[in-house]
C-alpha cells in the first residue's frame, strides 16, 4: 500500500499549487482521502478531506474558499488545489487514507503518504 505525494514547492504569495496524492495497493474508492499539513514548530492540521461515502468535501476554516479538492478513481488520485496561498500555508502537506468517511483526526487514518513541502514566500 502506497500513498505518493507530490506537486509541492516554493511559491510566492498569493500564487496556486496543485497537490497529488497518487494511491497504489488499494482501492480508491473504498476510502476518503485526506490531506493534513504540519508548519515547522506546529502540529499537524487537518486540511481538507474527501469523502468515498457521497463524496462529501470538508475544508479547515483557514483554507476555506481558497482550496479545493477533488478525486479521479480511474486515475487512482486525488488533487488539492490551493489558490491564493499566503505564507502560513507553509508546511509539509501529507495525504492519508482511511475507509469511506472523512475524519479530522489524523489518528484515524490507516495509510500515509511520505509529505511534500510547500513553502510560500516572496
Known amino acids: 500500500v502506497q500513498l505518493q505525494a507530490s506537486g509541492g514547492g516554493l511559491v510566492q504569495p498569493g500564487g496556486s499549487l496543485r497537490l497529488s496524492c497518487a494511491v497504489s495497493?488499494?482501492?480508491?474508492?473504498?476510502?476518503?482521502i485526506g490531506w493534513f499539513r504540519r508548519a515547522p514548530g506546529k502540529e499537524r492540521e487537518g486540511v481538507s478531506c474527501?469523502?468515498?461515502?457521497?463524496?462529501?468535501?470538508y475544508f479547515a476554516d483557514s483554507v476555506k474558499g481558497r482550496f479545493t479538492i477533488s478525486r479521479d478513481d480511474a486515475m487512482h488520485t486525488v488533487y488539492l488545489q490551493m489558490n491564493s496561498l499566503k505564507p502560513e500555508d507553509t508546511a509539509v502537506y501529507y495525504c492519508?487514507?482511511?475507509?469511506?468517511?472523512?475524519?479530522?483526526?489524523?489518528?484515524?487514518?490507516?495509510?500515509w503518504g511520505q509529505g511534500t513541502l510547500v513553502t510560500v514566500s516572496s
Open positions: 474527501i469523502s468515498r461515502s457521497d463524496g462529501s468535501v
Open positions: 495497493g488499494f482501492t480508491l474508492d473504498d476510502y476518503a
Open positions: 492519508a487514507a482511511r475507509h469511506y468517511y472523512c475524519s479530522s483526526y489524523g489518528s484515524h487514518y490507516v495509510y
